[in-house]
């Protein structure tokens, strides 16, 4: 990289010794070196933020930065893997020294919580872009796969669903009301990276609701080449999104709004009482395909399935 | 990812089975999985390529796809590291499948020719961004690092430098002869990956060349501080380049244009015997700190030291 890129992601990033023993050698040359442990598994994901795509023009660049790492590490956590390393790809219109301080405090204070080393990055000009890959470390054979729920599992949920997807409606002047809660959930995620360790050895298949509960459970089930039941009425649902449904009557809201981070993970019956007392059963897998959804024991037609760019 | 995402990637990059076993789950989970070698680091480097700052808006999208690629498996060459796998970040204008199909064919070809694995992606709407992130294997303590060079070493260059430079040149209507070498290097650079493996326990410090010679070599002489002379009349250079300087007088363009991709790389004086014949000396580290240019034996002042965004 060019010395003014470089210059950069040393100014604001990489100030820290590296956290994690595996990282031999961060940034500074061609590559990062990685040490490898013995018996695990390297999990490898990638995602990419752009402006007026994932991020409205006018974002805090604190929760910006926060978002970015989020949304990455939760994919590790969907597979079970401990994160110990990303790269950072920023495009950005112009150097705004105020802005990158705010992102890259924002993107390192979660770095930090989590004990994740940033070991590489490269900086262009260009439209606001942001890109991340984020490495984890899950002992081998028991990283949990979008491809392991069986018929008979039960589905289960980390937490509440459509906080983030209301929160998105209050940014888009689409509901009066300011929701702080839905509010923190859209802009500040946090990863479930401590649930996704917990799950190994309990949890078979698992995801993370980035696009919607039926879209990414739709995932889980095209995978394991299986159906499932869900039940409106068992999903965990905040004070703020209930009122939101009893002022609307959009109880669908839940169901297909995405980024939530919450990890949905199918579960055999006789492993439950393992699982974390805040986790919440919503449905069960069927040999049957398709996804059938109860409420007040009616079954359900949805519109959309979640979000798509190019749609 | 999304389905559209997801679909976009897997029809035109993941048609394949995995060409390395150690990829043990290649596209399609919210990760990939890496069966980890004993005895080897990871090493790990990420570019992005922006339209309007490392490609024109009429670049030929097959070569484009070439580029992107090559310029990262040549990070990983520069440090004697094996390519095995890549995560591609899309950011796209809008879905236009003839440029796409050109795009991963050019991508692809590349990637098979180094059995190299595609094992992630990200696909967003927005203006043309591209990043990768690439991975490979060195063996424990092999890796080819900037901070390695001693005085004494003497610096080669695996092939001439300017090329790239003088397509640019070509491109931008600057030069008016369309030297088709010059734009086969700026188009089509070739990673020098075999020649980063045997350089592998023989040379010391290694970079690639795609900021410029100086630049590039600066960075060396910074991460081992250390200084160096370097003789511009030992710089191998194209029969094309040489009628350039010869039209023009611009002796200096080899030395700050990027974009070559080739090795420069410090070798003891009694290792120079097991180089590959194609390697050329151009010059020596030595203790005293800076960069001596020498021409027909004068010292001389350089103007610039390489492409930097922002300046």
């Given at each position: 990289?060019?010395?003014?890129?470089?210059?950069?992601?040393?100014?604001?990033?990489?100030?820290?010794q590296p956290l994690n023993s595996e990282v031999a050698l961060g940034i500074?040359d061609d590559c990062a070196l990685i040490n490898l442990p013995a018996n695990q598994q390297l999990a490898i994901t990638t995602?990419?933020?752009?402006?007026?795509?994932?991020?409205?023009?006018?974002?805090?660049?604190?929760?910006?930065?926060?978002?970015?790492?989020?949304?990455n590490l939760?994919d590790l956590a969907a597979m079970g893997a401990k994160p110990f390393a990303v790269t950072?790809?920023?495009?950005?219109?112009?150097?705004?020294?105020?802005?990158?301080?705010?992102?890259?405090?924002?993107?390192?204070?979660?770095a930090?919580?989590h004990a994740v080393d940033l070991v590489g990055?490269?900086?262009?000009?260009?439209?606001?872009?942001?890109?991340?890959q984020a490495l984890g470390f899950v002992p081998s054979s028991q990283a949990l796969l979008r491809s392991a729920?069986?018929?008979?599992?039960?589905?289960?949920?980390?937490?509440?669903?459509?906080?983030?997807?209301?929160?998105?409606?209050?940014?888009?002047?689409?509901?009066?009301?300011?929701?702080?809660?839905?509010?923190?959930?859209?802009?500040?995620?946090?990863p479930?990276v401590a649930l996704g360790l917990a799950l190994r050895g309990i949890a078979r298949?698992c995801?993370?609701?980035?696009?919607?509960?039926?879209?990414?459970?739709?995932?889980?089930?095209?995978?394991?080449?299986?159906?499932?039941?869900?039940?409106?009425?068992?999903?965990?649902?905040?004070?703020?999104?209930?009122?939101?449904?009893?002022?609307?009557?959009?109880?669908?809201?839940?169901?297909?709004?995405?980024?939530?981070?919450?990890?949905?993970?199918?579960?055999?019956?006789?492993?439950?009482?393992?699982?974390?007392?805040?986790?919440?059963?919503?449905?069960?897998?069927?040999?049957?395909?398709?996804?059938?959804?109860?409420?007040?024991?009616?079954?359900?037609?949805?519109?959309?399935?979640?979000?798509?760019?190019?749609?």
């Amino acid at each position: 990289m060019a010395k003014a890129e470089f210059d950069l992601i040393r100014r604001y990033f990489a100030c820290h010794q590296p956290l994690n023993s595996e990282v031999a050698l961060g940034i500074g040359d061609d590559c990062a070196l990685i040490n490898l442990p013995a018996n695990q598994q390297l999990a490898i994901t990638t995602d990419t933020m752009v402006e007026g795509v994932h991020f409205l023009p006018d974002v805090d660049p604190a929760a910006l930065g926060h978002k970015l790492l989020a949304v990455n590490l939760s994919d590790l956590a969907a597979m079970g893997a401990k994160p110990f390393a990303v790269t950072l790809a920023l495009s950005l219109p112009k150097i705004d020294h105020s802005w990158l301080e705010a992102f890259s405090l924002g993107f390192m204070q979660l770095a930090q919580s989590h004990a994740v080393d940033l070991v590489g990055g490269d900086t262009t000009s260009g439209s606001l872009s942001l890109t991340v890959q984020a490495l984890g470390f899950v002992p081998s054979s028991q990283a949990l796969l979008r491809s392991a729920a069986q018929p008979g599992d039960l589905i289960y949920l980390s937490g509440p669903v459509g906080d983030a997807g209301l929160g998105l409606k209050i940014r888009l002047n689409q509901y009066p009301f300011q929701e702080s809660r839905a509010l923190l959930a859209l802009e500040r995620p946090q990863p479930q990276v401590a649930l996704g360790l917990a799950l190994r050895g309990i949890a078979r298949a698992c995801i993370d609701i980035s696009d919607g509960l039926l879209a990414d459970l739709g995932h889980i089930l095209e995978r394991s080449e299986v159906g499932a039941r869900l039940d409106w009425d068992a999903i965990p649902l905040s004070a703020e999104v209930i009122r939101y449904i009893e002022a609307t009557g959009d109880w669908q809201m839940p169901l297909v709004a995405g980024d939530d981070y919450q990890l949905c993970f199918s579960v055999s019956p006789d492993q439950q009482h393992l699982l974390p007392e805040r986790c919440v059963k919503i449905g069960q897998i069927e040999a049957d395909r398709g996804l059938r959804v109860f409420k007040s024991g009616q079954i359900q037609t949805i519109q959309g399935t979640g979000y798509e760019h190019f749609a």
